[in-house]
């Protein structure tokens, strides 16, 4: 009987201890539901991570800047809650996509001057038509249009190399995308310098001004080697370097480019530019497409960065790059759309389903660049190739929080059975609903928020009467 009684004691104790730990982690739960500035709820969750997740129904929770979890929408109502909640079911929420190269000003050349090869595009359209309209007020009108369309088709960061570029970058801030923008250096003289070393001087500038902007990190671009000296080549990477900014260059997109570098005593353009010491980590050369074996392989061992660009390369009957080979070789490559004169859009889609396209014919390998490889390439193959894997391309807690929410719901993309097809072979960037960068919603239900729509159209087609009479088209 005593023993008995004991026992009940001991029994009513312990399950009061046990009832006191489970009220106790109930308001500790309660308590635990965190408040976040944003949450994206019920999405097919595409994380380009390490492991290729996806989650559905997934869910993000960023707050300010930062992604603070990608988990299933479960988990995350358990833990979240948004100021602000986007509703994502049936779409696709996925990283920002990364152009890794462009000239963001040029779409007010879009269609200007069309099938032609390089050099006489270059050197007969649009150098002079550059020469008699480029301007702060034109890069201005450019990058606003550029912008627009950039957020409409899911870009979150581009790269770019242009002139002004310090107007370039005002704007890119005002619209709230990230940008590495590369002021050009080059030759001859052009609209914002009448030598290379104003070139430079400006560049320096530039770099100096928004050395530690959240949103913009400036570079210096060299355009290319058949437009520089070996000694501007060699001070402009040199001033990268001290500067610890990228160094954006157009490399090997002409077959006719090598012979500048024969001349200069180099098999290659790719060996030329190592001969000068110029390659390196934070150098991303722009198509890339006449390499050899040896180098591709200089460009892997020295971290250079690529980016691809088929549908210019395409258009302009430049080549076809060794994509399959740079990946095979673990070679940092993105995707870019280069200026809208020789693409001529910006939509990062087009990108992806073109680098498919274009590789599996090139190969005669249906496995050349898979839509995952497209999608990769898009996202945190740029942020690599750009030197900015840690910060951007997938959705992790602890990135930036660059995110785009993408409709699935066109005939075209019923049914559906793989996200990631679908990314690739029938989406395009008009699908994009939402466009996030650095936390901030620059797009939602396809309203842009941070520009004036149709007074960028507006001002863009009065420049295009400008451009018109200066070149007599
Ligand atoms: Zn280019």
Redo the contacts with the bound molecule.
Sequence with gaps: MRVGLDRMRFMWKASAVVAVIAAWSLVAAAQEIRQVSLVITNGIVVTVDGGNRIIAPGAVAIDGTDIVAVDTADNVRREFRGRQTIDATGEVVMPGLVNT???APMVLYRGLADDLALDEWLTKYIFPAEAKTVSPEFVRAGTKLAALEMIQSGTTTYAD?YYFEEEIAKETKAAGLRGVLGQTVIQFPVADAKTPADGLARAEKFIQAFKNDPLITPAVAPHAIYTNDSATLKAAREMSVRYGVPTLI?VA?TQSEAMTAKERGSPTVVSYLDALGFLGPGVLA??AIWVNESDMALLKSRGVGVSH?PE?NMKLASGIAPVKAYLAQNVAIGL?T??AA?NNDLDMFGAMRAASFLQKVATSDPTAVSARAAVQMATIGGARALGMDKQIGSLEPGKRADVIVVSMNAPRQTPMYDPLSHLVYVTRGDDVQTTIVNGKVLMRDRKVLTLDSAAVLRDAKRWAATVSAAVGR
């Design positions: 190269h462009t000239h190399m157009h997109e722009a198509h660009n210019s870019g280069d200026g020789s």
